[in-house]
């Protein structure tokens, strides 16, 4: 039998009056049971685990990042040499001699024939005679370019002497005073040199006929 204090020390401690280890024990068993027929979890089980999931594959990164770096460099180096071969300084065209004389004597054929334009006349179609038969290409006066026309072969005397008379046409018409003379028809009679002169250079025909011959006699 416990005395006054001794109960009032078990009353510190937590415990009933009237209720002792032996009693606790044996309630155990019955709130076990309890808490398992009213469907109650044990604090101490373990749920239920779910499946495991399937490893995370790898990412389109991790799997083909570096090929997607070289395929974009190799992307840049390409275009960087398609611009370049599009934009890059591209030699100039060589135009044909007697191209040139035509696109520079036609837009003369309506402008007035005074000495400017016999002048522009007489210098454009020395440049043609000078770089269709490869004749040196220093300036020369009337004489000295008709005597050098005069003993070419390639360009014969019957064309030399054309060159030689429209010259010196041009320069009796540009220096000497303006008189009721009819015109020189200077554009017209320089592109009709013109059309000689490559005559001459057309190569010969197969059967020993000239060119433009041939085509008059099929005409």
């Known amino acids: 039998m416990r005395t ?7 009353a510190r401690r937590g415990g009933k009056p009237g209720l002792h280890a032996g009693s606790f024990r044996l309630l155990l068993p019955a709130a076990f049971l309890a808490r398992a027929a009213a469907g109650i979890p044990e604090l101490d089980d373990i749920p239920p685990l779910r499946p495991p999931r399937a490893e995370l594959p ?6 083909s990042g570096l090929w997607v770096i070289i395929a974009g460099f190799l992307l840049l180096a390409l275009a960087g040499a398609a611009i370049w071969f599009l934009t890059r300084p591209r030699p100039p065209q060589a135009v044909p001699p007697e191209a040139q004389a035509r696109q520079a004597l036609e837009p003369l054929c309506h402008q007035p024939e005074d000495g400017a334009l016999l002048s522009r006349v007489s210098q454009v179609l020395r440049h043609y005679v000078q770089a269709a038969f490869a004749l040196p290409p220093e300036e020369m006066t009337t004489a000295e370019f008709c005597r050098a026309v005069a003993g070419h072969a390639a360009i014969g005397p019957e064309l030399a002497t054309a060159l030689a008379e429209f010259l010196r ?3 009796q018409y540009k220096f000497s005073p ?25 190569p010969p025909h197969p059967d020993g006929a000239a060119p433009a011959a041939a085509g008059q006699s099929a005409a």
Do not use: K
Not at 58 to 63: M, V, Y
């Open 4 to 10: 006054p204090a001794g109960r009032r020390q078990h």
């Open 58 to 63: 790898p990412t389109f990164w991790e799997q």
């Open 169 to 171: 046409a041009c320069d």
């Open 178 to 202: 303006p008189a009721p003379e009819p015109p020189l028809d200077a554009v017209s009679r320089a592109l009709q040199l013109v059309e000689q002169a490559e005559a001459r250079r057309a």
